[in-house]
Each structure stands twice: as C-alpha cells, then as structure tokens.
C-alpha cells in the first residue's frame, strides 16, 4: 500500500509504503540509518533485516516493511503507480500483534 504526500516544510512531494517485507525489499535499494543517513542496502544490513524478521516471526508476529521516496517533479503526468513504486528507501521494519480473535474455531 502507498499514498503520496506533500509536506509543507518543504513543498516537496514524497511516496510512502508499506507491505510485507519479502515483496517489497525487491523494490528498496537504499535505508536510513540510525543517523539519519541513507545508506545503500548492503549484504551485512539485508542479513540483519532476516534476521530480525525470522526473529519477528518466531513471536507471532506480523511485519510490515515501511519504507519512501522522493518523487520527480513529473510524477503527476504517471499513469503507472508501480514506476513511482521503485528505488524505495527503507524507514524501519514493525512487528504487529495481530492475535486470532476469540470467535475464531
């Protein structure tokens, strides 16, 4: 799932998406650091990315891959979402609670 956003802060406009991390680290090629900085994705940082997703997924928990991009300023005259979908940079991983309810057989 995506939505587009301008911020007022600096009138640009930027894509924000999130999904399930085995699809959608296909279309991220970079990730924010605890630094702010954005930092090419790397085979040490995609092995603690697993890592912390099998650990995610040995809790019961669901995750989510949140990621974003800035958009050209062209991105209005886009008729196929899947090419503002690209070269996404990674803001986090979230594990989520999603317990079965108690009607569930």
């Known amino acids: 799932m995506s939505c587009i956003a301008r911020l007022r802060k600096d009138s640009k406009c930027y894509i924000f998406t999130k999904g399930a991390p085995d699809i959608l680290i296909n279309y991220c090629t970079k990730f924010l650091d605890k630094n702010n900085e954005v930092i090419p994705i790397n085979e040490r940082y ?60």
């Open 46 to 105: 995609r092995q603690e990315l697993d890592e912390t997703i099998s650990k995610f997924a040995s809790q019961c928990l669901r995750t989510l891959l949140i990621c974003y991009q800035e958009l050209p300023k062209d991105f209005a005259n886009t008729t196929d979402p899947e090419k503002l979908e690209k070269d996404l940079i990674i803001l986090g991983l979230a594990g989520i609670k999603d317990p079965l309810k108690d009607s569930v057989p």
